[in-house]
Nanobody, 118 residues
Framework: QVQLVESGGGLVQPGGSLGLSCQAS????????MGWYRQAPGKPRELVAT???????KYADSVKGRFTISSDNTNRTVYLQMNNLKPEDTADYYC????????????WGQGTQVTVSS
């Protein structure tokens, strides 16, 4: 069983920065994608950024240039550095891990709240 443990998040003023981290544990195939999705109230969950081993990244257009995703493959940890935060970044952020081994396996963290407000 795969578990994802998230940390970080909180309240920050517009223009501020926050960092999120997510560590995976359990039986994980060697090639996988980890990343972050977010869901604001009344909106569908959307991709924020992902990284696929060994290091290919993907970002939502809305966060390009402001957010940076990185990973520590040895410790199966993914980080999201969020700079120049905007009120529209306010959402619950969910860590996600997926890999393909015969079929696609998807795992989600419990979510962490990010609020950008003055």
């Amino acid at each position: 069983q795969v578990q994802l443990v998230e940390s970080g998040g909180g309240l920050v003023q517009p223009g501020g920065s926050l960092g999120l981290s997510c560590q995976a544990s359990g039986n994980i195939f060697s090639i996988y994608t980890m990343g972050w999705y977010r869901q604001a109230p009344g909106k569908p969950r959307e991709l924020v950024a992902t990284v696929t081993t060994p290091g290919s990244t993907k970002y939502a257009d809305s966060v390009k240039g402001r957010f940076t995703i990185s990973s520590d493959n040895t410790n199966r940890t993914v980080y999201l550095q969020m700079n120049n935060l905007k009120p529209e970044d306010t959402a619950d952020y969910y860590c996600h891990l997926s890999y393909v081994r015969g079929r696609t396996y998807n795992y989600w963290g419990q979510g962490t709240q990010v609020t950008v407000s003055s």
